[in-house]
């Protein structure tokens, strides 16, 4: 299994290219499945998590052709309605395709994602939103059996606005007919950039970005030739690097209007941001200062960098508190981080951490995909040598990372 290895104690400095979003890529690709003809999506990061959702959708019948960067895909032979649970299991979000198989094909066999290292993450939210337009749902054998003739547009509130769960009614609602409003829906720049999409393809929805969603069903969808928007968490993780290691890095083909949360939270920390429309410049300042975060939905400070934001908070001077209020179980990065001398109490959903002057290198386990970040990130900063395990969660959500970071001048390799 591959590791990687890191030496630590390079200040990063230079320019970066952010690549596309995988959290706006998944669903987008599956969006797909709406139409037939060819879409072209441009920008797609070449990922796991990319290469399941599209093995995924050559299953269910899709054509998919792609090359650097480029993806298209046909669903003109759509046929099969069932997602089967080798391929969910190895990817949550394949449960996106059971909103676009209910509407495309009127039932769905998707198998049931199951919790993960992060949390319970249960899908009752995304199977109240289809069972409101009409579908019969039926949970046997570890799978969601979902089935209607016809979709009906209709009044659905969220109890929290999940993101996919979003997406996956969007889905379902863009063919059913009449109007469907979507109450505390979720508002990440991925969901909005989504609707967006959609939209081309000549859905008419309205309160992308907000947390009322208007859905007025159409009868059909035409394919779409559309980028991918820039990887805010990816660009997150470079400003984080940027203020850990007192760096200087430029980050393009960035957007951060997306990222403001963290933006102020590094801002108190110490670090100086340059803003421009793509691109953004970062510098870290000798002195890390302590902030506290609690992570929230859109706009709220993104779960995705509370990793992160913990490694950097474990070299600040003083006291810091990170409070996880989106998933449970989200601070297994933390053991990790202390094996490497870092000084955190957990207590409930918050993280008490004490900086400390200097972490040391030592080797550690990836548990998640932001969880392996918070770890490269803690080793780019700590004395001697880290050697980070189980990388295959890096792989399923960050483009060449490593050949990133030896760009900005870290002392970091991959070995096989
Ligand atoms: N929730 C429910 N019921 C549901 C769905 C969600 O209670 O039916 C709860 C979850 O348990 C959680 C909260 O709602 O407490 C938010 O979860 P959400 O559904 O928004 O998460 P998700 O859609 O499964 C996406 C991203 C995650 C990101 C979260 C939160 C994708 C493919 N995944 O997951 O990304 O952490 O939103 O922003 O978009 C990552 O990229 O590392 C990652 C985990």
């Not at 996106?96 to 949390?119: E, M, N, T």
């Not at 309160?207 to 969603?213: D, E, F, K, L, P």
Request: charged share 20%.
């Amino acid at each position: 299994m591959d590791r990687i290895l890191i030496e630590g104690g390079h200040r990063l400095k230079g320019d970066v290219k952010i690549s596309g979003a995988k959290n706006a890529a998944l669903p987008i690709l599956v969006s797909s499945l709406l139409t037939d003809g060819w879409n072209t999506y441009a920008n797609v990061p070449d990922l796991q998590d990319v290469h399941s959702i599209l093995h995924l959708l050559t299953t269910l019948g899709a054509r998919v052709e792609t090359e650097p960067g480029l993806v298209r895909i046909n669903a003109g032979g759509l046929c099969n309605s069932e997602a089967p649970y080798e391929l969910v299991r190895k990817m949550r979000a394949s449960i996106l395709v059971l909103g676009p198989l209910l509407a495309r094909l009127k039932k769905a066999r998707v198998s049931l994602p199951g919790g993960c290292a992060i949390g319970a993450r249960p899908i009752n939210l995304h199977l109240k939103g289809l069972a409101c337009l009409g579908a019969a749902i039926e949970l046997k054998h570890g799978y969601v059996e979902a089935s209607a003739d016809t979709l009906k547009g209709c009044d659905i509130y969220l109890d929290t606005p999940t993101v996919t769960g979003t997406e996956n009614i969007i889905m379902a609602a863009v063919l059913a007919e009449g109007r469907t409003i979507l109450r505390n829906a979720a508002r990440e720049p991925e969901v909005e950039s989504f609707i967006d999409v959609l939209n081309l393809m000549g859905a008419q929805i309205q309160g992308g970005g907000t947390s009322v969603i208007s859905i007025e069903g159409v009868t059909c969808l035409h394919p779409v030739s559309t980028r991918i928007i820039s990887d805010r968490i990816e660009a997150g993780t470079f400003m984080v690097a940027a203020a850990m290691t007192r760096g200087d890095i430029r980050l393009l083909d960035s957007q951060p209007q997306h990222l403001e949360a963290l933006i102020q939270k590094l801002t108190l920390a110490g670090a100086h941001f340059k803003l421009d429309d793509q691109t953004v410049r970062v510098t870290g300042s000798d002195r890390i200062t302590s902030v506290d975060i609690r992570t929230l939905p859109f706009p709220g400070f993104p779960t995705d960098m509370q990793a992160q934001f913990t490694a950097l908070m474990s070299v600040a001077q003083g006291l810091s508190i990170v409070s996880e209020t989106v998933f449970e179980n989200r601070f297994i990065h933390v053991e990790e981080l202390k094996r490497m001398g870092a000084d955190i109490q957990l207590s409930g959903n918050a993280a008490i951490i004490k900086g400390v002057a200097e972490l040391s290198g030592a080797p550690v386990m990836a548990t998640d995909l932001r969880a392996s970040a918070s770890l490269i990130l803690a080793g780019l900063v700590a004395k001697g040598k880290t050697e980070v395990h189980r990388v295959y969660h890096l792989d399923r959500g960050y483009e060449g990372l490593e050949e990133k970071f030896r760009g900005l001048g870290a002392a970091i390799k991959r070995v096989k």
